[in-house]
Nanobody, 127 residues
Framework: LQPVESGGAMVQSGGSLRLSCTASGVTLDDYEIGWFRQAPGKGREGIACKNLNDGSVFYEDSVDGRFRISRDVSKTTVYLHMNDLTPDDTGVYIC?????????????????????WGQGTQVTVSS
């Protein structure tokens, strides 16, 4: 199960982007999905994670209200909708896939629960 991201680009501050994550056409019906960001010179942080099994969702404080995870009707693609982007959002965005069929409380972006990682897609926000 290898996630592949796409949709990264260079945008101006205030702009929007939609990132996509697929996994070899696998139906992502009840998997745990995470979007992580690695900013220049910083570690990888979980910014938006969703348990597709029960709908639990977690957004890191800096993106809450601006970013949203969704899934397409075919359930083969998970999106990260990013609005009102700022230069602080610059980084490599990595999709990760964890277990399936679980109910985890409290739900968050704990890295250890994700076992399949994509290569990432670059997002650059200019001021």
């Amino acid at each position: 199960l290898q996630p592949v991201e796409s949709g990264g680009a260079m945008v101006q501050s205030g702009g929007s982007l939609r990132l996509s994550c697929t996994a070899s056409g696998v139906t992502l019906d009840d998997y745990e999905i995470g979007w992580f960001r690695q900013a220049p010179g910083k570690g990888r942080e979980g910014i938006a994670c969703k348990n597709l099994n029960d709908g639990s969702v977690f957004y890191e404080d800096s993106v809450d209200g601006r970013f949203r995870i969704s899934r397409d009707v075919s359930k083969t693609t998970v999106y990260l909708h990013m609005n009102d982007l700022t230069p602080d959002d610059t980084g490599v965005y990595i999709c990760a896939i964890g277990g399936r069929g679980n109910v985890i409380l409290p739900w968050n972006c704990e890295r250890g629960r994700f076992h399949s990682w994509g290569q990432g897609t670059q997002v650059t926000v200019s001021s």
